[in-house]
């Protein structure tokens, strides 16, 4: 162990972060409810002894202090945790992403290794003192001292073999790692569910808990939006519309897309442009590809894994039937129709199939398989291929409020005329 820490430098591929360092605030931290069950866990795990409920399930429930969570990549999920951390004066101890980059090799050789290293380093004793003037955290465990982070989603191997991290973890000897009598807690984040799913039956006899984080709704999705432009009071933009073509989404990809929709609002803009309304610039970069969510490249990784002689599921996604479909759009857009036109034939959707339509697009989105029923409707509406999918959906929505908006107005002419 001595000789490999001088050859690899083993502390190179970690950082500690101690608690009293640690500046992220509450609003820094877009909130949601799966949220919750993860401050929950911390409490149950930190307030565990003789005396508390949990003990009376010891036989079947025995915490080790490992916690797996499923998550979209470039969600805010790190900040929270090292929240947590600071509330709880727990230090962090996390990947150094960079430094395995370089190293990838010597990393996924010796990952055992450098767990066992990350446990074994030492606390900042001051900072994992409880304060005297919360007299209600002194019914917390304190021999909990740290919590490690491994998040695959920041991972980036540039080797020639697969590597299924979590696998690694599970069928070496961590797994039998108590980690609560280590006085650390160990926090694994993954973005795929392929990675769960293939080694489940291991998984759930190792972590005490696996928490899944669902993508934002849309109602999540306009809050997300909402929070930023009231950080950014002298920008606008439609936040219904740009919720719309951001299905999958997490929050950095938000605040990623409003950074580089504020450089090119104001590099194309004159010093005395009196508009600060962005919704047109923010569309624009994700119709050309100027700005490419994180949900893009988990699609295309799954697309690597797969050779020519072995095409699957992924996703949910026929990968086949998925390039014929893109091939069928590529043709279909050739064609040009007047505004006048797809106003027209929208509301003529809308009014046959919009429930319908309206699950399909999102499919289409989302990259799900279609079912042949769904791909009967969508022959009779060939024309919605034509744009993206996001942009059509916002079209058979527009189409359906003014079906409803024409509709009451004849009602509301009859009814004067009765």
């Known amino acids: 162990m001595d000789d490999l820490e001088s050859n690899l430098k083993i502390d190179k591929f970690y950082g500690i972060l101690r608690s009293v360092d640690i500046e992220i605030e509450q609003e820094d931290i877009f909130y949601r409810s799966k949220y919750n069950d993860i ?30 969570v499923k998550i979209n990549q470039n969600s805010d999920i790190n900040d929270f945790l ?11 101890i996390e990947l150094n992403y960079e430094e ?11 990952f055992q290794e ?47 073999i697969p590597t299924n991290l979590l696998e690694v973890f599970i069928n070496s000897k961590l797994n039998k790692t108590n980690f609560i009598e280590k006085s650390s807690l160990l926090i694994w984040i993954t973005n795929k569910f392929n990675n769960i799913s293939m080694n489940s039956q291991k998984i759930f006899d190792i972590f005490d808990l696996f928490i899944n984080i669902p993508s934002f709704d849309g ?17 606008v933009f439609d936040v219904e519309t740009i919720a719309n073509y951001t299905k999958l989404w997490e ?12 450089f090119n609002h104001y590099l194309k803009s004159e010093l005395n442009q009196k508009s600060n309304e962005i919704t047109d610039v923010l569309i624009e970069l994700i119709e050309t590809r100027e700005f490419i969510p994180s949900i893009n490249s988990e699609i295309q ?29 590529k043709e279909i857009q050739e064609e040009n129709i007047s505004d006048f036109m797809r106003n027209q034939l929208y509301e003529h959707a809308a009014s046959k199939h919009y429930k319908e339509l309206q699950i399909i697009i999102e499919k289409i989105i989302k990259h799900e398989a279609l079912e042949v029923n769904d791909r009967e409707i969508l022959a009779k509406y060939p024309f919605i291929l034509s744009e993206s ?4 959906l916002i079209a058979l929505e527009k189409a359906k409020k003014n079906i409803n908006r024409i509709n009451q107005m004849y009602k509301d002419t009859w009814r004067a005329q009765n």
């Not at 090292?82 to 962090?92: A, C, G, Q, T, W």
């Open 39 to 68: 401050m929950n866990y911390f409490k149950m795990i930190l307030t565990h002894n003789e005396n508390s409920l949990l003990y009376d399930y010891s036989k079947i429930v025995s915490p080790h202090g490992l916690l797996l």
């Open 100 to 110: 395995i980059f370089f190293r990838a090799t010597d990393f996924f050789e010796h």
């Open 82 to 92: 090292k929240l947590i951390s600071k509330n709880y004066f727990l230090d962090v």
């Open 251 to 262: 929050v950095n990809d938000f605040k990623h897309l409003l950074k580089f929709g504020i």
């Open 219 to 235: 109602s999540e999705r306009e809050a997300v939006l909402k929070h930023f432009s009231e950080l950014f009071p002298k920008i």
């Open 114 to 160: 450098i767990v066992q290293d990350m446990i074994s380093a030492e606390n900042d004793i001051n900072s994992t003192e409880i304060n005297d003037k919360n007299p209600g955290e002194k019914i917390l465990n304190t021999s909990i001292k740290k919590i490690l982070i491994i998040d695959e989603g920041q991972l980036n191997f540039n080797l020639s």
């Open 301 to 329: 990784d799954d697309q690597e894994d797969i050779s020519e002689n072995n095409i699957t599921q992924i996703k949910g996604v026929d990968l086949r039937a998925y390039e014929n479909l893109k091939a069928y759009r």
């Open 389 to 392: 999918p996001q942009k059509a």
